[in-house]
């Protein structure tokens, strides 16, 4: 028998730790996790900061953002959430998170390289930036996110233009560690073309 109540205390740890860590705060972002042998998921409620999520607004709805129990509002993102989940079953935990310097790699529109060992080791394949000029991802950009699991099965997250971070994982809470260590990255990679630039610039006699 599946404890729902369980994997709610799971999906709130992992937004705590979000909020904590600084890499969603404010009333955005999203969250979700599978329920196992269903075609359903518990999903975070619209509005509402990760700090406030309780018991009471996670809602369940089928993988169309459909609510079928709680009170309140599906998170606008539910259609995107429910895509993932259909088309990779090995993912049972989603983290969506504004978080800042993964909002700014991907305003650059390319792909946040492996630009440590810890990522390279860790995951072994680029993490994804997808152009979608959208405030929701919407059925219409639904083949650019089969596209990217098509090619990389086991990709643990992508990253959306102006937008943020949408990470993976076999539960919530490693999709939460996925989130931060795609946040982390980002941060790295932005002070090593720092980095680069001044290197060069120096060495130019400038």
């Known amino acids: 028998m599946v ?66 129990e709680g009170k309140g509002k599906p998170t606008r993102e539910a259609l995107l959430h429910g895509l993932i989940y259909k088309i990779a079953p090995h993912v049972n935990g989603i983290m969506h998170c504004h978080s800042p310097w993964s909002i700014g790699w991907a305003s650059t529109r390319r792909n946040l390289e492996n630009v440590t060992h810890h990522l390279q080791l860790k995951f072994g394949c680029p993490i994804v930036t997808l152009d979608i000029d959208a405030a929701v991802v919407s059925a219409d950009h639904f083949p650019k996110i089969e596209a990217i699991f098509e090619k990389y099965p086991t990709l643990p997250a992508f990253l959306l233009v102006d937008h943020g971070v949408v990470a993976v994982g076999k539960n919530i809470i490693d999709a939460e560690y ?4 795609i946040e982390e990255t980002a941060q790295v990679a932005f002070l090593k073309e720092i980095a680069a630039s001044f290197c060069q610039t120096k060495n130019s006699g400038l």
Request: hydrophobic share 40%; glycine share 10%.
């Open 3 to 68: 404890d729902i109540s369980k994997i709610k205390d799971e999906m709130l740890i992992a937004a705590e730790r979000a909020y904590t860590r600084g890499i969603q705060t404010g009333n955005g972002g999203n969250f979700s996790a599978r329920i196992p042998n269903e075609d359903l998921m518990l999903v975070k409620a619209s509005g509402g900061s990760f700090i406030d999520a309780s018991h009471e607004n996670l809602l369940i709805t089928d993988f169309n953002g459909v609510l079928v």
């Open 178 to 181: 996925n989130a931060e260590l």
